[in-house]
């Protein structure tokens, strides 16, 4: 660390060696730093030897300012961001801006397996009511139950508030739809309307290339027109 922050070496230009054709150059690199920044990068998502390699060399031709920045806003989210106790959304804030906000329709819940899924259908603009994030998806074969789930906290809201409507906005998938029956179960008794979106055909598709799948969800969920 010292080493990098002596006069004159910060601002020199790193030179990039040339991968041996086929090889990975730092996996046998002889500095273990470099080595080991390459090794942590390869565990982000998205992120191969090559990019990895790339960004690691990015980071060594930064300043070392540059390189704190980046270091420091890798960990205040994992020190600011908490999960709304109310949504389950990811806040730095309790009650998260969502929730807190007067002007949306708190009757109306939107139910989502991830805050991603959220963000989503926020971005659309369309969305005046609020959220629930259960964090996941029933899935038994990866131990995932509905006790993993924040499916407690969201019937809690649905018993203590006023709420006119609940919309499983779950993902389309056999385990999205599976959580959605085992949610609808167990709203069916509080006095609540359960809806979802719709699905089947998405914009632009022709029916010639469409799946079967889309294809009979188009069918079962027509509506007037
Ligand atoms: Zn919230």
């Known amino acids: 660390m010292a080493a990098w922050a002596a006069p004159g070496l910060a601002a020199h230009r790193v030179a990039q060696p040339q991968p041996r054709s086929g090889g990975d150059a730092l996996n046998d690199h002889p500095i273990q730093s470099l080595s080991e920044l390459k090794s942590q990068l390869q565990k982000l ?17 930064e300043s070392r300012d540059e390189a704190a920045q980046l270091a420091g806003a890798i960990l205040a989210i994992k020190d600011r961001i908490i999960h709304c106790r109310t949504c389950y959304n990811l806040t730095e804030a309790d009650p998260c801006a969502l929730c807190a906000n007067a002007s949306r329709d708190h009757k109306e819940i939107w139910v989502v397996e991830q805050p991603k899924d959220l963000l989503a259908l926020e971005a659309t603009g369309l969305i005046h009511g609020v959220y629930h994030v259960l964090m996941g998806h029933i899935a038994p074969l990866e131990g995932v139950g509905a006790g993993d789930l924040t499916i407690d906290a969201l019937l809690d809201r649905v018993r203590s508030g006023d709420v006119r409507e ?9 385990e999205g739809d599976g959580t959605a029956l085992h949610l609808q179960s167990l709203l069916a008794d509080l006095n609540v309307r359960v809806s979802r979106p719709a699905r089947g055909l998405a ?23």
Do not use: D, K
């Open 45 to 61: 998502p998205g992120i191969g030897p090559r990019s990895a390699e790339r960004v690691a060399f990015h980071i060594l031709r």
């Open 166 to 174: 609940v919309i499983l906005a779950l993902n389309p998938t056999i």
């Open 203 to 225: 914009v632009g598709t022709q029916l010639e290339y469409a799946t079967v799948s889309m294809l009979e969800s188009a069918i079962r969920g027509r509506s007037p027109m």
